[in-house]
């Protein structure tokens, strides 16, 4: 003889709603330029606004210079997408690529990969490519050409807990 009261299999109902709930984990996002965002500056405040976005694919070359990563609390990833060969972030010697870090912290380590730095150029300053404060930076699959500055070269990186 089976007995199943009505409150046993709610019981269970509950239990399983709840155990569903509590594996429930923030999914990662990954978004592009310019498919959802026209400029990477635009990718990259939607990043710092939104800790579920871990990486912003970029499938054209960019001629942005002075954009900022500041409180990025997640890891970020930029990832170059073309087919076979590396993006390219061209600065036309306009100004440096990234200022990372300075007015808040971030905390998630910044990830480049498949892309080409190129014309960073900094004529008083530090880091012609990057200059990075409080920060953890990773270079992967990624070339860097013809930055320059007054000091720190191409890439300019200080602050505690700071590591390439």
Do not use: K
Request: glycine content about 12%.
């Amino acid at each position: 003889m089976r007995i199943h009261s009505r409150s046993t299999q709610h019981a269970w109902a509950c239990c399983a709603l709840l155990s569903g709930m509590l594996t429930t984990r923030a999914v990662a996002t990954t978004i592009n330029v310019p498919t959802d965002y026209s400029t990477l500056q635009g990718a990259i405040n939607a990043a710092v606004s939104d800790p579920a976005i871990d990486r912003i694919q970029i499938s054209f070359d960019v001629a942005e210079h002075d954009m900022t990563i500041d409180g990025v609390t997640q890891n970020l990833t930029f990832e170059g997408l073309q087919s076979g060969q590396n993006i390219l972030f061209d600065a036309g010697q306009l100004g440096r690529h990234f200022v990372v870090g300075g007015q808040l912290v971030n905390t998630g380590t910044i990830t480049f990969q498949h892309i080409d730095f190129r014309g960073g150029q900094m004529d008083s300053g530090l880091g012609g490519c990057i200059q990075a404060t409080s920060a953890d930076l990773a270079f992967e699959s990624c070339g860097l050409y013809e930055n320059s500055a007054v000091a720190g070269g191409c890439i300019s990186i200080s602050g505690q807990g700071s590591s390439l």
